[in-house]
Structure formats: structure tokens, C-alpha cells
């Protein structure tokens, strides 16, 4: 898995090698379905403060297509928490409808047969 981190001088060296490996320890039981990860984190009001960081989490899926989530708090660590969860629900959500519908297909069944 490539794990892209692009962000304005505001994080350093050490925040990003942290954010990889969250992304990593996050994503370990999907890892051969996404091959691409990137990260962005933006300080969106500059010094003036408040919920002004921005991280946007772009994975690229073999199955799923790509996936880009976006979440805006007062740190980095919790943009990326924000955004990394969001992501891992859509992950999850898409690969239980694949399963789904390999299910019907395997079965069989038609959408709309439901008395079968």
C-alpha cells in the first residue's frame, strides 16, 4: 500500500510518519483492496484559529472505485481520525453490498423475485 502525505509546513516530519501509520494500523485488514492512499492536510484560516484544519483522505480502491472523505477539528490528529473513520465506514459499507449481491447472484435470485 502507497501512502501518500501532502500538507502546508505546519506538520512536520514526526505528524506525518504518525498519520502513515494510523492509516496503516487502520486500514491492515483491507490492505490488498487498496493499493493507493492520500492524505492532505490544509490549514484552512491560517493563525486565526478555530475548526480551520482540514484533512481529506483519498483512497483508491480495487473494488470500490475512490473513496474521498473530508473532516474539518481544531487539530490535525483529529481531522484524521474524523476523516480515516468515515472512509473506513464507506469501505466497509460498499464491501458488504459486493458480498450481498454475490449472495443473490449466487443464488440465483432476480431483484424483484422475492417469493423464490
Known amino acids: 500500500m502507497l501512502i501518500l502525505v501532502v500538507s502546508n509546513p505546519a506538520v512536520d516530519e514526526g505528524a506525518r510518519a504518525f498519520a502513515a501509520a494510523r492509516i496503516r ?3 491492515r485488514r483491507l490492505r490488498a483492496a487498496v493499493p ?3 492524505v492532505r492536510f490544509a490549514d484552512v484560516n491560517g493563525p486565526r484559529g ?3 484544519q482540514r484533512c481529506r483522505i483519498q483512497l483508491r480502491t480495487d473494488g470500490a472505485g475512490t473513496v474521498v472523505k473530508t473532516a474539518f477539528a481544531h ?3 483529529a481531522a484524521l481520525d474524523c476523516a480515516l473513520a468515515a472512509a473506513m465506514q464507506s469501505l466497509t459499507r460498499a464491501r458488504q453490498r459486493r458480498q450481498r449481491q454475490n449472495r443473490i447472484g449466487a ?3 432476480v431483484a424483484g423475485d422475492a417469493h423464490a
Do not use: T
Open 75 to 77: 487539530d490535525w490528529r
Open 25 to 27: 494500523f487502520a486500514l
Open 50 to 52: 478555530g475548526m480551520d
Open 107 to 109: 443464488l440465483g435470485l
Open 36 to 38: 493507493r492512499v492520500e
